[in-house]
């Protein structure tokens, strides 16, 4: 039996100083409060997230909540962007994007696409920090000796400094099934002191979920009551409110979307309940969000998986091991909320916040390998709201069922881009992550929930697939994973990876059918057993049948035909193993993302390769960074991802576990001991 405690424990994140790429956040999944040294947010610049043009700094010192969205004023269609493309099914209307994008950022041709692409954008709900009882701010330097541990077994947030060289504790917690923070303040000096609540309007910024310049185009209204209060919050179509509990203090309006608490007594104890729209709730204590919080973690640790690498020779251990736990805490208060997560989860906004369904995957696939499907369940069941949408769109394209948007908000509209409408990959998405869910929770609650879902998705992947002389092939036109192909969209065909993506998920369709007490659909398997063979050129795998065949940078996407996608009569072991050599040897390191890493990991453990598996997992790359909080980090702009986070758990639980039919620990080396409880095999 692993002791779960023990493992928590020696993860348990500590800082003395502040880190600017690694503050500590509390969250459940729907609501996150990222905090600086002192338990609150009151160092917001300290904690920058650069926007790509340089402009607009934003602060990872946020309050997210998975329903906080906000949108500008405007009018605009997907129609005032598409572009009609000629396709072996006829001429499709495609949502493109005559404007420039790039990584360093974009340039939209018209209001329209600028609009679109920025609108709803995720919102910095308030900014909760310590300022004096006159509500002036304190800089960094006023903060010494200070000591913060994030207790993981508790998820509380302890801080313990002197403030201005006055000794404050502060302990900060979330409540696992309601939107409310609370926070435990002592010190002798908290008379002196008080806690400045502050609202800013929504940004259209890449980095930045705050605008704080236009204080005239959104209200904060006060409703003050004894011990604490009611602010009503309008943005133009948005509105929420913040109850505030003030045991211990007193909360005043000082500007138009500016509050101060204020103490008489040297401990308080405040509770923030975050609630869309406005539905009047009173706060709960901040001993029942602490207890409720003291409650739940256990058992998330106790239950569920669990990996334990500590008996291990191999000197690397205690760093994946680090890596393993730290992203199981993230991932469950960044990536188990009711829509699918950013990819900088509830921390800042990248893509404004908006969600690419590609990465959906890599966010939660794991969580029903660790033992806790609940957790994928949660945003699995928003594609249902958006199928009469994606069923729309597959009807524009000349084909039955659900073709599913790749970047885009709770509504499930696309987002105008050369990249993202042509995608591919993320089609099968549904059909994986339902069958994960069937696995492990069982088959009729599976069948009943998300049948649906799988047999939409399957009939437009069933559809889209063109009968060609080699076989059933795809596009154009087409964007691989691997997006640096944006720019021959229009005659992309055939990526190795979406081939045997297509004819792995559609024989997983086609066997719901059968549990559905459905007749088998004979189109789905014509397309699963007659998907054309992907391009080998010099004997390896291409990245797709069509010039320039293989760019050696971004995504190597070729190798995750066989790994992230089990095997298939579409795939060569040998030819795949000498492909994952060729890449090991030429490829661009520096263009390649977190998820990358993980999956690389994964077709080396298909392939019986534990050594390469691990080196990949720990490849001392720029993107493969893992921080003190245990975020991976890949640059300025994008200071958390974390897919990167959700894609290491799933190769763990493959190289650990294995898969149906595979070796037993297939991913580990002999140096290293690998104790796991919890876990599935993958298919």
Not at 494 to 509: G, I
Request: charged content about 20%.
């Amino acid at each position: 039996m692993i002791d779960r405690r023990a493992l928590a424990a020696r993860h348990a994140v500590e800082a003395t100083r502040i880190l600017p790429e690694s503050p500590l956040s509390v969250g459940n999944g729907e609501l996150c409060f990222t905090a600086d040294l002192t338990g609150l947010q009151t160092f917001p610049g300290s904690y920058p997230v650069e926007d790509r043009t340089g402009t607009a700094p934003g602060t990872l010192l946020a309050t997210m909540a998975s329903w906080g969205w906000h949108s500008m004023p405007g009018s605009y269609r997907l129609a005032d962007t598409t572009i009609t493309y000629e396709t072996a099914l006829g001429p499709v209307p495609y949502v493109d994007m005559r404007g420039d994008l790039s990584g360093d950022g974009e340039n939209p041709a018209s209001a329209a696409e600028s609009w679109l692409r920025a609108n709803p954008h995720r919102l910095d709900l308030g900014r909760i920090g310590l300022a004096t009882a006159a509500g002036a701010p304190f800089a960094p330097g006023d903060v010494t000796d200070a000591r913060q541990r994030l207790d993981l077994w508790t998820g509380t947030l302890t801080s313990r400094y002197l403030l201005r060289g006055a000794p404050f504790h502060v302990v900060t917690a979330c409540h696992p099934d309601r939107d409310a923070i609370s926070v435990r303040l002592e010190s002798p000096a908290l008379a002196e002191t008080g806690v400045r609540l502050t609202f800013p309007y929504g940004s259209e910024a890449w980095g930045n979920a705050a605008d704080w310049t236009r204080p005239g185009e959104h209200t904060s209204r006060l409703l003050a009551r004894a011990g604490g209060g009611t602010v009503e919050r309008r943005l133009d179509g948005t509105a929420y409110q913040v109850s505030v509990r003030a045991a211990g203090g007193e909360l005043i309006a000082v500007g138009a979307h500016e509050f101060l608490i204020t103490f008489r007594e040297p401990v308080a104890e405040l509770t923030f309940a975050f609630l869309p729209g406005h539905a009047e709730a009173e706060p709960p204590s901040h001993e029942e969000v602490a207890g409720a919080s003291a409650r739940h973690w256990p058992r998330f640790w106790s239950t569920g998986g669990a990996v334990d690498l500590s008996g291990s020779r191999d000197g690397r251990a205690p760093e994946l091991e680090r890596r393993i736990v730290l992203s199981q805490y993230l991932t469950a208060i960044h990536c188990a909320g009711s829509t699918p997560p950013a990819e900088t989860g509830l921390m800042a906004n990248s893509w404004r916040g908006r969600f690419h369904l590609e990465m959906h995957w890599w966010h939660a696939a794991h969580f029903p390998l660790w033992g806790r499907p609940e957790l994928l369940e949660r945003s699995l069941s928003w594609y249902a709201a958006i199928q009469p949408l994606a069923r729309e769109t597959a009807r524009a394209q000349g084909c039955p069922g659900a073709r599913w948007p790749k970047q885009t908000g709770p509504d499930g509209r696309e987002s105008p881009s050369p990249i993202g409408p042509f995608l591919v990959w993320q089609q099968p998405h549904p059909i994986y992550l339902a069958e994960l869910v069937r696995r492990a929770a069982g088959t009729p609650r599976a069948l009943s929930l998300y049948g649906d879902l799988v047999l939409d998705t399957a009939a437009f992947m069933a559809a889209f697939a063109v009968k060609e002389p080699r076989g059933y092939g795809l596009g154009p036109p087409l964007v691989p994973a691997q997006e640096s192909y944006a720019d021959v969209r229009a005659e992309a065909a055939n990526p190795t990876f979406e081939l045997a993506y297509w004819s792995w998920a559609l024989r997983v369709a086609q066997r719901w059918r059968l549990l559905l007490g459905l007749p088998p659909e004979p189109r789905w398997t014509e397309v699963a057993e007659g998907m054309a063979r992907p391009l080998v050129r010099d004997g390896v795998y291409a990245a797709m049948d069509a010039p320039p065949y293989t760019v050696r940078d971004d995504h190597p996407s070729m190798l995750y035909a066989l790994g992230v996608v089990p095997p298939t009569p579409v795939i060569d072991a040998a030819t795949m193993r000498r492909t994952l050599d060729d890449v090991l040897d030429r490829w661009n390191w520096e263009s390649t993302w977190g998820w990358d890493y993980p999956a690389i990991a994964m077709t080396a453990t298909r392939l019986g390769e534990p050594d390469l598996a691990v080196a990949a997992l720990l490849r001392p790359e720029t993107k493969n960074t893992y921080l003190p909080n245990g975020h991976n980090r890949q640059s300025a702009t994008l200071p958390v991802y974390l897919p990167g986070n959700g894609g290491l758990l799933a190769a763990v639980a493959l190289m650990a576990r294995g898969w149906d039919g595979g070796p037993p620990t297939p991913g580990f080396p002999g140096s290293w001991t690998v104790h796991h409880e919890g876990l599935s095999p993958l298919p």
